[in-house]
């Protein structure tokens, strides 16, 4: 079945700091590529998303490329800061598998510190 | 726009007591809905999900059980609660049918401790 691999952290990081986290995936069809970011006590919200080879997500100085080749959908964001702090989740969506729901990676703790 | 609410947002229960948790979306039909749950420090579980009035799939056998009344109300329960069902509960609603590009939207969840 189809799945979806993230590096688990945590990751701790001085602000102003590059990020990279992790994420590859594999699945039966051509799946569409999520990062979602959860604060504390929160809920999920979506992040950025890529739909096909080649894509390039961003939002909020974060982004992410779909690569097919290598089956990876990596985040990275050039300056962290301290309000970035937050779990991180990578997830995928595939067609093939009809109306099901998306499939998560297990999320990445960032602490970012001043 | 579509909205997602979940209640209560926080919830002390004492074991062996019951448990109802409600989610209800706006401004979207037919949507998919799922119930998941974050153990402390976890990834994510899912526990149930819907395609439809009265279609609950569920995930992980346990003392949990889901139902959906109405196209857009999605409700968890339990009958008696044990102490490992304490958790972060989240709601989250799609598009249906899935395809291409189709994200899910979430509640702000649940904070449930059993005591």
């Known amino acids: 079945g189809d799945s979806v691999t993230q590096m688990e952290g945590p990751v701790t990081l001085s602000e102003e700091a590059f990020l990279t986290i992790n994420c590859t995936y594999t699945?039966?069809?051509?799946?569409?590529l999520f990062w979602y970011v959860q604060y504390p006590g929160e809920g999920l919200q979506l992040l950025l998303k890529?739909?096909?080879?080649?894509d390039k997500g961003s939002n909020k100085g974060f982004e992410a490329t779909y690569r097919k080749e290598t089956t990876s959908f990596h985040l990275e964001k050039g300056s962290v800061q301290v309000s970035d702090s937050a779990v991180y989740f990578c997830?995928?969506?595939?067609?093939?598998?009809?109306?099901?729901?998306?499939?998560f990676g297990k999320g990445t703790r960032l602490s970012v510190i001043a | 726009s579509q909205t997602i609410h979940q209640w209560p947002a926080t919830l002390v229960q004492p074991v062996g007591s019951p448990l109802s948790l409600e989610c209800t979306v706006e401004?979207?039909?037919?949507?998919?809905l799922y119930w998941y749950r974050q153990a402390a420090g976890r990834g994510l579980q899912l526990l149930f999900y819907?395609?439809?009035?009265?279609?609950i799939s569920s995930e992980v056998p346990q003392n949990l059980s889901a139902s959906r009344p109405q196209d857009r109300q999605f409700i968890l329960s339990s009958k008696k609660l044990l102490l490992s069902d304490s958790g972060f509960y989240l709601c989250?609603?799609?598009?249906?049918?899935?395809?291409?590009?189709?994200?899910?939207?979430f509640g702000q969840g649940t904070r449930l401790t059993v005591v």
């Open positions: 989250a609603w799609s598009v249906s049918p899935g395809g291409y590009g189709t994200e899910a939207f």
């Open positions: 699945a039966t069809g051509y799946p569409s």
């Open positions: 890529a739909t096909k080879a080649d």
């Open positions: 997830a995928l969506s595939d067609p093939s598998s009809g109306n099901t729901p998306l499939v």
């Open positions: 401004g979207t039909s037919n949507p998919n």
């Open positions: 819907s395609v439809g009035i009265g279609q």
